[in-house]
């Protein structure tokens, strides 16, 4: 079968430059008895090098196009296994053979759904060693920006109070096709076993990252004013006047600890 027309609609930038492809290979470092799990395999630029690597290879691609196109060559490639889904609604903890089994997760990420995709993800990372993820560079740098700066928001937030978060590399769109508009950017996320920001009710703290940066203009106590009070802000040492990207990934956690 040939390689199906790419479909914009599903943020489809296949893979090409074998250079790329081997230097994301190298930095994700399969081991012959990890379980992993491929994002948005498409035509396979990723998939068919993890797989004389691995035991296991799952793969989750929602086009049923490229599903056929994978499953014709699965005979040749006995660890690896399709699954026709949608990764947004994809059940990855049910992957792990066993309670302290934890997958690892790659892939180049469809742009168009990468952000809840990476929310989607977080929620499940209890069983994920890590996740290298190639994102738009824009949402990467949004992904490991630093407190003070226009990129860091709620997005840093929710990522880094769970991972820990390194850039691998830059890929210029030429790397693909049909090349996308922008640059990319792999990551490499880590969860914790043990965050160094824990917070007391997860809900509640991801209730006032998200209610803060939505005002990101205003300052925290205006921002927040439904959630807490002035008095509660400052229980948690923290100043009422600073605005909401001011605060680091622990001052939020503090503030949960506080309003809860
Ligand atoms: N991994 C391939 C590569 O690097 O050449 C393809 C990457 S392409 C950027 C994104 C892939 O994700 C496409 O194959 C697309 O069909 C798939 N995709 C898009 N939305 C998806 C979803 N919600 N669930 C699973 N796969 C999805």
């Given at each position: 079968?040939?390689?199906?027309?790419?479909?914009?609609?599903?943020?489809?930038?296949?893979?090409?430059?074998?250079?790329?492809?081997?230097?994301?290979?190298?930095?994700?470092?399969?081991?012959?008895?990890?379980?992993?799990?491929?994002?948005?395999?498409?035509?396979?630029?990723?998939?068919?090098?993890?797989?004389?690597?691995?035991?296991?290879?799952?793969?989750?691609?929602?086009?049923?196009?490229?599903?056929?196109?994978?499953?014709?060559?699965?005979?040749?490639?006995?660890?690896?296994?399709?699954?026709?889904?949608?990764?947004l609604q994809?059940?990855?903890?049910?992957?792990?053979?066993?309670?302290?089994?934890?997958?690892?997760?790659?892939?180049?990420?469809?742009?168009?759904?990468?952000?809840?995709?990476?929310?989607?993800?977080?929620a499940h990372?209890?069983?994920?060693?890590?996740?290298?993820?190639?994102?738009?560079?824009?949402?990467?740098?949004?992904?490991?920006?630093?407190?003070?700066?226009?990129?860091?928001?709620?997005?840093?937030?929710?990522?880094?109070?769970?991972?820990?978060?390194?850039?691998?590399?830059t890929v210029?769109?030429?790397?693909?096709?049909?090349?996308?508009?922008?640059?990319?950017?792999?990551?490499?996320?880590?969860?914790?076993?043990?965050?160094?920001?824990?917070?007391?009710?997860?809900?509640?703290?991801?209730?006032?990252?998200?209610?803060?940066?939505?005002?990101?203009?205003?300052?925290?106590?205006?921002?927040?004013?439904?959630?807490?009070?002035?008095?509660?802000?400052?229980?948690?040492?923290?100043?009422?006047?600073?605005?909401?990207?001011?605060?680091?990934?622990?001052?939020?956690?503090?503030?949960?600890?506080?309003?809860?």
């Amino acid at each position: 079968m040939r390689n199906p027309a790419p479909r914009k609609s599903l943020g489809q930038h296949f893979l090409h430059q074998r250079t790329v492809i081997d230097r994301i290979i190298n930095a994700f470092n399969p081991k012959l008895h990890e379980t992993v799990v491929e994002i948005g395999p498409g035509t396979g630029a990723l998939t068919f090098r993890l797989a004389p690597r691995v035991s296991l290879l799952h793969v989750v691609e929602l086009d049923q196009r490229l599903v056929s196109l994978l499953q014709e060559q699965a005979a040749r490639h006995p660890q690896l296994m399709v699954h026709h889904a949608d990764a947004l609604q994809f059940d990855f903890c049910a992957l792990t053979t066993g309670p302290d089994e934890r997958i690892r997760i790659i892939g180049n990420l469809p742009y168009n759904v990468s952000t809840p995709l990476i929310f989607w993800l977080l929620a499940h990372s209890h069983c994920m060693e890590d996740l290298c993820v190639m994102l738009q560079k824009e949402v990467a740098q949004r992904v490991r920006a630093s407190p003070g700066t226009k990129e860091y928001g709620r997005l840093s937030v929710m990522v880094q109070q769970q991972c820990a978060a390194h850039r691998i590399m830059t890929v210029a769109p030429g790397a693909f096709f049909p090349p996308p508009k922008v640059d990319s950017e792999v990551l490499m996320l880590r969860p914790y076993r043990s965050t160094p920001y824990p917070v007391s009710n997860h809900h509640m703290f991801s209730k006032i990252v998200r209610t803060a940066f939505q005002q990101r203009r205003k300052t925290l106590k205006n921002a927040l004013r439904e959630l807490m009070s002035e008095a509660q802000v400052r229980a948690a040492g923290i100043d009422p006047g600073l605005r909401p990207e001011q605060l680091s990934v622990a001052d939020y956690a503090r503030l949960t600890t506080a309003a809860d």
